[in-house]
């Protein structure tokens, strides 16, 4: 049997070796292009428990440490009403993967049931970024970063067109209009979606989908 710490650097390697082209370049890239991090930057990177925003842990855990950019970071999960085998699975593949999860408590899937019961998801996605923001601007943080990847930007753009009628897709970096100080960036902006389910399936990860 592997022994948890082995696990844990076997899969912090694999993004640098193995997943070089796939993930770690494209993630640098994105930082360099769209200029997503600035010395003295704090960093709210927010985990939901699934591989998107667990495997944008890492990659800021592994900048962190071997990157030449001062900044810091914080990792924060909100609990939106998990349920408790939910609530488990993100707590053990946050300790299984090294990472330092600052996780609070809201009543957003509560609160978007009674908002809107027949269609709670745009209203629960709105409520939880709300809270995040809220809980960076608590911890000191000027940027929160979220874990969507490049296919998302596409699968986004193209509904606009779509269903829209509008070009109107994911901004790499967006500064908050509700909170003072605050920008959302998406450091994952050109890693593809099947790159990091290779990576999850190659370190046998199993991860949190939507709740």
Same mark, same amino acid.
């Given at each position: 049997?592997i022994? %948890? +710490?082995?696990?844990?650097?076997?899969?912090?390697?694999?993004?640098?070796? %193995?997943?070089?082209? &796939?993930?770690?370049?494209?993630?640098?890239e994105?930082?360099? !292009?769209?200029?997503?991090?600035?010395?003295?930057?704090?960093v709210? *990177?927010?985990v939901?428990?699934?591989?998107?925003?667990?495997?944008l842990? %890492?990659?800021?855990?592994?900048l /962190?440490?071997?990157?030449s950019?001062?900044?810091?970071? /914080? =990792?924060? $999960?909100?609990?939106?009403?998990?349920?408790a085998?939910?609530? /488990?699975r993100?707590? =053990?593949n946050a300790g299984l993967?090294? !990472?330092p999860?600052?996780i609070?408590?809201?009543? *957003?899937?509560e609160?978007?049931?009674? *908002? +809107?019961?027949?269609?709670p $998801?745009?209203?629960?996605?709105?409520?939880?970024?709300?809270?995040?923001y809220?809980?960076?601007k608590e911890?000191? $943080?000027?940027? !929160?970063?979220?874990?969507?990847?490049r296919?998302?930007?596409?699968?986004?753009?193209?509904?606009?067109?779509?269903? &829209?009628?509008?070009?109107?897709?994911?901004?790499?970096?967006? %500064?908050?209009?509700?909170?003072?100080?605050?920008?959302? !960036?998406?450091?994952?902006? $050109? *890693?593809?979606?099947?790159?990091?389910e290779r990576?999850?399936? =190659?370190n046998?990860?199993?991860?949190s989908?939507?709740?």
């Amino acid at each position: 049997m592997i022994d %948890k +710490n082995d696990r844990q650097a076997w899969a912090e390697r694999s993004i640098i070796t %193995k997943f070089r082209k &796939g993930i770690w370049a494209p993630f640098l890239e994105a930082l360099r !292009i769209y200029r997503l991090l600035a010395p003295g930057d704090r960093v709210a *990177v927010c985990v939901s428990g699934g591989k998107d925003s667990m495997l944008l842990a %890492k990659l800021v855990q592994e900048l /962190e440490r071997h990157g030449s950019r001062n900044f810091t970071a /914080e =990792y924060i $999960c909100m609990d939106p009403g998990y349920n408790a085998e939910n609530l /488990e699975r993100i707590k =053990y593949n946050a300790g299984l993967l090294g !990472i330092p999860l600052n996780i609070f408590r809201s009543d *957003v899937f509560e609160a978007a049931e009674m *908002v +809107n019961a027949d269609s709670p $998801c745009y209203m629960c996605a709105r409520m939880r970024r709300g809270c995040l923001y809220a809980r960076a601007k608590e911890l000191g $943080c000027n940027k !929160i970063a979220l874990g969507h990847h490049r296919s998302d930007v596409i699968e986004t753009t193209l509904m606009g067109m779509f269903y &829209g009628g509008q070009v109107q897709g994911m901004m790499p970096r967006i %500064k908050s209009s509700n909170f003072e100080g605050i920008e959302l !960036i998406r450091p994952m902006y $050109c *890693v593809a979606e099947e790159d990091i389910e290779r990576w999850r399936d =190659y370190n046998g990860l199993h991860f949190s989908a939507c709740a």
